[in-house]
């Protein structure tokens, strides 16, 4: 018999923090259903599977990275790009499996999954419009914060970062180069189209 108070919302809770402390490759239903003191097929009164949880997962982490870029923007009180940045590697660190699960690609006709990869999208727009892109470069240029963001917390998370010299300066001076670069990323034929 399930525990009382088991729900959707309270499975997906607890493969949030079984990919946070185990990895994201070490969530299966048997982990969670462990915790809950249950056997497997009473998880299956709240979620459809494994695929399923990873799913839900997948979106709560989006919309969690989201609202801590966002909030981050809003109190930066300066310079929106640092702090949106600081916030991205602050959040992969804090949760390595639910960032993890954030990198999975919302499936056609997944519309709420669509609707929280959206909005972060959209916040990440709204920054580096204040380097004057749009269009293609605009894309080009998320692309590429994405890349370097990515890769950075990624190294990081695996413990490949072991030279002696503080990870916080290379990251810092990593998001000033990033910085430096889109200022100046303007193609000359964007450039031509809309000058500054």
């Known amino acids: 018999m399930p525990r009382a108070g088991l729900s959707r919302e309270v499975v997906v809770t607890e493969a949030a923090r079984v990919a946070?402390?185990?990895?994201?490759?070490?969530?299966?239903?048997?982990?969670?259903?462990?915790?809950?003191?249950?056997?497997?097929?009473?998880?299956?009164?709240?979620?459809?599977?494994?695929?399923?949880?990873?799913?839900?997962?997948?979106?709560?982490a989006v919309r969690e990275l989201g609202q801590a870029l966002r909030s981050a923007i809003e109190n930066s009180h300066g310079n929106g790009?640092?702090?949106?940045?600081?916030?991205?590697?602050?959040?992969?660190?804090?949760?390595?499996?639910?960032?993890?699960?954030?990198?999975?690609?919302?499936?056609?006709?997944?519309g709420e999954h669509h609707a929280a990869s959206d909005a972060v999208l959209a916040t990440v727009f709204d920054v580096l419009k204040i380097y004057g892109l749009e269009g293609d470069?605009?894309?080009?240029?998320?692309?590429?914060?994405?890349?370097?963001?990515?890769?950075?917390?990624?190294l990081e998370g695996t413990g490949a970062f072991d030279l002696p010299q503080g990870i916080d300066q290379s990251f810092e001076r990593m998001v000033d180069a990033l910085d430096a670069a889109l200022q100046h990323w303007h193609t000359p034929e964007a450039s031509a189209a809309n000058p500054r």
């Open 20 to 60: 946070d402390e185990h990895g994201l490759d070490q969530l299966t239903l048997a982990a969670i259903a462990k915790h809950f003191g249950v056997a497997v097929p009473s998880l299956y009164k709240h979620v459809a599977g494994l695929g399923d949880v990873r799913r839900e997962l997948s979106v709560l």
């Open 81 to 110: 790009f640092h702090a949106m940045a600081s916030a991205h590697r602050t959040y992969a660190k804090s949760h390595p499996g639910r960032y993890a699960a954030s990198l999975r690609a919302p499936t056609p006709g997944d």
């Open 137 to 154: 470069e605009l894309v080009d240029a998320t692309r590429t914060l994405r890349a370097a963001l990515h890769g950075f917390v990624s």
